[in-house]
């Protein structure tokens, strides 16, 4: 599974639809910004998380195309870990 490394820049609640929500982690790196969401359950691995964190991330990919054609490349978090 993938894994990408970085500060804790922000973590935000995304509502979607009414009643599903997800959070959204912003990492920043060495290699630049990265969004990872975690959705459903996984939303409670960031409770204990904050600005500024060092942290390793596993996801998966998530692609999809909408009904309009757009594409979008979702990174989904699976787990984390302060460094």
């Not at 490394?5 to 935000?12: A, L, P, V």
């Not at 639809?17 to 982690?25: C, G, H, I, Q, R």
């Amino acid at each position: 599974m993938p894994i990408v490394i970085g500060k804790i820049k922000e973590i935000t609640d995304k509502e979607l639809e009414e009643n599903y929500t997800k959070k959204m982690l912003c990492l920043t790196g060495n290699e630049g910004v990265v969004f990872i969401d975690f959705r459903g359950a996984d939303r409670l691995l960031l409770k204990d998380f904050e600005q500024g964190d060092l942290v390793a991330v596993n996801f998966k990919l998530d692609g999809k195309k909408s009904k309009i054609g757009n594409i979008y490349n979702n990174l989904i978090g699976t787990s984390i870990k302060k460094l």
